[in-house]
């Protein structure tokens, strides 16, 4: 039961640093710790399927070098993997006079970022493209693409399996301890060795992380994302990808519409919090995951700060209306009867001491053990650079 390195987390990220590890140190002996009974079972399997073109992200974070080096490192594992997926592109839209310098912004930062080929659109333009979306403005990016995470994990799990590595499941990790020689990792049911330690562990990341880092000062804050699908014979109102001018102040993109890589239309998600840390449902709760939440004091002071922001969201979790007349900035002639209920995801938001909503990756390590802290969206377009940047720092 002596492995080389442990990753604890079968998400796409712990899957893809695997993949990497190995693909550069093919003898080495991987073991995949996971406590579902299957790979990608929150995160990765529940988000919209967007391969995101890193327009956002503030140049020279986490974010944007590993969103577009893991881009590249995606569209040719597709590739070489016969996996499906559309570079598609999509429209953001500046729905009134007032957003279009913040829409400025984002053109420039993702010419920063290195994106070829965006165009700056009139509301005219944008209607040439996406022909019932209201806005004065918008950019076209091109880079933007759909796919389905769930085959992309389930192939780099094939994968990494043939080159010997072990995955094993039903295996919840309870302690780790790092001792002179080795590492000792615990699960429920077993006990592990190795000589180096990843975990990419979500939902749980602190938590997981806290077991050799017991000062962490982030928290995980669950927010679940609510979708609607667009019923089929009204699919034909989304052309691509549609999406608002974000608020700067949060680390979410807003409602949107989504062409998903089977033919069907999302719209949403909305950003509740969750009493649940893997709850989907809004009726989801736990009184562990919910107290740990509000006695963080850095989430207290999100919520003082946000408070309107956050009922705003509960709001729309709850009423229908009030969540189509959010989609209706963007798109007027949407109305309830074209929506049908749909998913939803959780996102594994890091939120500092200080009530800071962390907006880049975050990893913490010392050599010999690395826990992957904060790693939302665009994490799974990264992933495969995620980690070669961890597999680099670990090997040296």
């Not at 503030?58 to 070489?80: E, M, Q």
């Not at 399996?161 to 039903?170: N, Y």
């Not at 209306?321 to 074209?338: C, H, N, W, Y």
């Amino acid at each position: 039961m002596t492995y080389d390195i442990i990753i604890i987390g079968a998400g796409i990220v712990g899957l893809a640093t695997a993949y990497k590890i190995l693909e550069k140190e093919p003898n080495k002996k991987i073991l995949v710790l996971e406590k579902e009974n299957g790979v990608s079972k929150h995160q990765t399997g529940n988000n919209s399927g967007v391969i995101h073109s890193g327009i956002y992200y503030k140049p020279g974070s986490l974010k944007a070098t590993n969103c577009r080096r893991g881009y590249k490192y995606l569209i040719d594992f597709c590739d070489v993997n016969d996996i499906k997926y559309d570079l598609c592109g999509k429209v953001i839209v500046a729905v009134t006079e007032s957003e279009i310098p913040q829409l400025d912004k984002i053109y420039d930062r993702g010419i920063e970022n290195g994106l070829k080929n965006l165009k700056k659109l009139s509301g005219e333009e944008v209607r040439e493209i996406e022909p019932n979306v209201a806005g004065v403005a918008g950019i076209f990016v091109p880079q933007t693409g759909i796919i389905d995470y769930k085959v992309v994990s389930q192939k780099l799990a094939d994968i990494i399996r043939e080159k010997g590595a072990d995955i094993q499941f039903g295996q919840e990790v309870t302690g780790i301890s790092e001792k002179t020689d080795d590492i000792e990792v615990v699960t429920k049911s077993s006990t592990f060795s190795s000589k180096l330690l990843i975990s990419c562990a979500g939902l749980q990341s602190d938590r997981i992380a806290k077991l050799t880092h017991p000062d962490l000062p982030v928290k995980i804050v669950p927010f679940r994302g609510e979708y609607y699908k667009i019923k089929e014979e009204k699919r034909s109102l989304v052309k691509n990808l549609i999406y608002p001018v974000p608020d700067p102040a949060f680390p979410f993109l807003g409602v949107h519409f989504t062409r998903m890589i089977d033919g069907e239309v999302e719209a949403g998600p909305n950003a509740v919090l969750s009493f649940k840390r893997e709850g989907y449902s809004k009726f989801s709760f736990n009184a562990g995951d919910a107290i740990e939440t509000f006695a963080w004091k850095g989430f207290r002071k999100v919520m003082y700060k946000f408070w309107k922001t956050g009922m705003g969201e509960f709001y729309r979790s709850y009423s229908k209306g009030a969540f189509v007349k959010a989609l209706q900035r963007l798109m007027p002639s949407i109305t309830a009867e074209d929506l049908t209920p749909g998913g939803a995801g959780i996102r594994a938001q890091a939120c500092d001491k200080e009530g800071g909503l962390i907006d880049d990756f975050y990893i913490v390590g010392d050599g010999r053990v690395f826990h992957v802290c904060n790693a939302p969206s665009p994490a799974a377009t990264a992933s495969l650079s995620i980690g070669e940047h961890i597999r680099d720092k670990i090997l040296g």
